[in-house]
């Protein structure tokens, strides 16, 4: 064997090492990719999860604030009512008062008329 063939079996198995190196370089670079996209796919079915109960405390959210306006709403019509009760209550204890003031003029108007009437004959 020459140098020259010694010289080209060093490099051919160089080659082949390189070679060798590379695919498994190769193969450790698509277990990555396999590995990395198993993880993209579990990512994007959380994220689809976390989606669909985002979508879920959305329609809750709108459902509560549509319960709280109509709450509101049936509060304000009961402190209207409340509000016309009160001047209703307010007119009846005024026309009370009233009826009482007239009340003791009438008696005593009649205190009146009974002394005045006492002293008339005929």
Same mark, same amino acid.
């Given at each position: 064997?020459?140098?020259?063939?010694?010289?080209?079996? @060093?490099?051919? !198995?160089?080659? %082949?090492?390189?070679?060798? /190196?590379?695919?498994?370089?190769?193969?450790?670079? @698509?277990?990555? @990719?396999?590995?990395?996209?198993?993880? %993209?796919?579990?990512?994007?079915?959380?994220?689809?999860? !976390?989606?669909?109960?985002?979508?879920?405390?959305?329609?809750?959210?709108?459902?509560?604030?549509?319960?709280?306006?109509?709450?509101?709403?049936?509060?304000?019509? !009961?402190?209207?009512? !409340?509000?016309?009760?009160?001047? %209703?209550?307010?007119?009846?204890? /005024?026309?009370?008062?009233?009826?009482?003031?007239?009340?003791?003029?009438?008696?005593?108007?009649?205190?009146?008329?009974?002394?005045? /009437?006492?002293?008339?004959?005929?």
């Amino acid at each position: 064997m020459s140098p020259r063939d010694i010289s080209i079996g @060093v490099r051919l !198995i160089a080659g %082949v090492g390189v070679v060798l /190196t590379t695919m498994v370089i190769i193969e450790l670079s @698509v277990d990555n @990719v396999r590995s990395a996209g198993a993880g %993209v796919k579990q990512s994007c079915g959380t994220i689809g999860s !976390i989606r669909a109960r985002t979508g879920e405390m959305i329609r809750l959210i709108v459902t509560v604030s549509s319960d709280t306006s109509s709450q509101l709403a049936a509060a304000s019509d !009961i402190s209207t009512s !409340i509000s016309q009760i009160s001047v %209703v209550i307010l007119n009846a204890s /005024t026309s009370s008062e009233e009826m009482v003031c007239s009340a003791k003029n009438l008696a005593d108007g009649a205190d009146n008329l009974k002394t005045l /009437t006492a002293n008339f004959s005929l």
